[in-house]
């Protein structure tokens, strides 16, 4: 029996409403539950999964949607959602109503995930009393995310965010950060999944970090101009824990990035930065050591900081090898690569390393402003080699992202095992307390019914992530995906296997 349940007006976030759904999910006799908020999308997709959604809910209001065997059970399943979200049964031992109930000296770091017209103001009185902003929240204007970043400095808080989508303060993960140990290498990152994988490879070459500040997306854009990754550096620069600070950012503003590396040549301490898209021209005349990928960002900390060259990956001739050997057990008509990521860095740093190694190869996209790739004429159909950012807001405006529900990711790798010519599947399988419980095991019977399809996934996680990063490795291998040490090594795969391909 199916039932959608309707509460007008309440506003819960998605992650909440993510985690109320998988645990009813779990109940007896339930066969399945959705959560969301009643925006254009989730009410289209709950009618295509035989939801039978009421009359004038809207986005403002908060949609239940449950499938369980008994009408007892599905009442049963809404009182349990009440109790859930209730903060009288909350499972803390204290919930807090307002920021004026907090105090210095218990709390030091808020973070927010609320509507944009109230996020400012609520980081505004965190600020005031002296605490640090993690803000999840992106839909806020550039000139308030400046005044906002300046009052922080100004106050010595730090803000991260807005559409921070990573940070670890402290040991304690925040949005879809992951547990890394802890060690000397500070990092600062205008991008979410690039600074979660540098200092994931970091743990994996044998060191750990000191935090992640996640500055948001927009910091280092001309009208914000890098306010919190000039703050954070000073602030790190006086961390005696830390000994080396890494800068990840995408390519951004040219005078802002230049900015940030003269500030950068003002402290004590080593850097180490990585501004995808950049070349040596970025990082000329400055004292900083410029990176060109993440793995090779992460490589840098570790060799500066132990004077010993980490190995990982391939070599030259084990990826050839590898590559001729994928493509030598494919059907000639399977000749078409997709690319499915949940982070936009990742899909960028795919999109770079194909054009270096693979540049006679003709990639589309859904993302915008890049140069290594054809723009698709719809995200919704892929176009021969296709490249999906699926954290980009073709898929999130109305959705929740797929990093926290793989549920469109899912139904998109169904997709593209329908086309007869796709022969190669490539996923980044991003792990952290606050993510998807189990990422990968839902795409498992799909790849071992499908032999005839190759599948390349990376695992960007850390040792203290609850999902077990190796457990994933293992099942994974099991089903025989190829698993590369870090998406610079599965972008270098997967474009050879294109290569491979062409020559025919």
């Not at 999308?41 to 809910?57: F, H, K, T, W």
């Not at 008994?70 to 009442?75: K, P, S």
């Not at 000296?105 to 996020?119: M, N, R, T, W």
């Not at 850390?462 to 610079?488: F, M, T, W």
Request: with cysteine.
């Amino acid at each position: 029996m199916k039932q959608v349940f309707v509460v007008p007006n309440r506003y819960v976030d998605s992650v909440t409403l993510m985690g109320v759904a998988l645990e009813l999910s779990e109940h007896d006799g339930v066969i399945g539950a959705e959560c969301g908020m009643g925006t254009d999308q989730n009410i289209s997709l709950l009618r295509q999964e035989g939801y039978d959604v009421p009359e004038g809910a809207g986005k403002n209001d908060m949609l239940l949607a449950v499938d369980a065997q008994t009408e007892e059970l599905v009442r049963k399943a809404r009182q349990d959602a009440d109790t859930l979200l209730s903060a009288n049964h909350s499972k803390h031992k204290r919930v807090y109503h307002d920021l004026a109930e907090l105090d210095k000296e218990h709390f030091d770091v808020v973070q927010i995930s609320l509507p944009g017209k109230y996020a400012v103001s609520e980081a505004r009185k965190a600020i005031d009393k002296g605490m640090d902003v993690f803000m999840f929240t992106a839909d806020v204007s550039l000139e308030e995310e400046r005044a906002l970043k300046e009052y922080g400095r100004d106050h010595g808080c730090l803000v991260m965010g807005p559409d921070a989508g990573v940070g670890l303060l402290g040991g304690v993960a925040m949005a879809a950060g992951s547990i890394v140990r802890s060690g000397p290498v500070g990092v600062i990152g205008a991008s979410g999944s690039g600074s979660q994988e540098v200092a994931c490879l970091i743990e994996k070459m044998g060191l750990g970090v000191t935090c992640i500040l996640g500055t948001g997306g927009r910091d280092l854009k001309k009208a914000v101009g890098g306010v919190s990754m000039k703050a954070d550096m000073k602030r790190l620069d006086k961390n005696e824990s830390t000994k080396l600070i890494c800068l990840v950012s995408m390519l951004a503003d040219r005078e802002i990035m230049e900015e940030v590396l003269c500030e950068a040549d003002k402290l004590h301490k080593p850097v180490v930065a990585v501004f995808l898209g950049a070349d040596e021209t970025l990082y000329r005349g400055h004292n900083v050591v410029g990176t060109y990928n993440l793995q090779q960002a992460a490589a840098a900390c570790v060799r500066e900081l132990t004077h010993v060259e980490p190995t990982i990956g391939w070599s030259e001739q084990e990826v050839n090898q590898l590559a001729r050997e994928t493509v030598a057990k494919l059907k000639p008509e399977k000749k078409f690569f997709r690319g499915l990521y949940t982070g936009g860095t990742f899909a960028e740093e795919t999109l770079m390393t194909f054009g270096a190694i693979a540049p006679e190869i003709r990639l589309h996209t859904n993302r915008d402003n890049t140069q290594y790739a054809v723009r698709l004429r719809t995200h919704k159909e892929s176009e021969e080699h296709t490249l999906l950012d699926m954290g980009d807001l073709d898929f999130t405006a109305e959705a929740p992202h797929t990093v926290f529900d793989p549920t469109q990711r899912l139904r998109r790798f169904q997709q593209e095992l329908a086309d007869p010519t796709v022969g190669l599947i490539a996923m980044d399988i991003i792990l952290g307390p606050g993510v998807a419980r189990d990422p990968a095991s839902c795409y498992l019977p799909l790849m071992k019914s499908r032999p005839d399809v190759a599948y390349v996934c990376t695992i960007c996680g850390g040792e203290g992530d609850p999902q077990d990063k190796h457990a994933i490795r293992q099942k994974l291998c099991d089903a025989g995906v190829i698993v590369a040490d870090s998406n610079y090594e599965s972008a270098r795969l997967c474009a050879k296997i294109c290569q491979e391909w062409e020559r025919g």
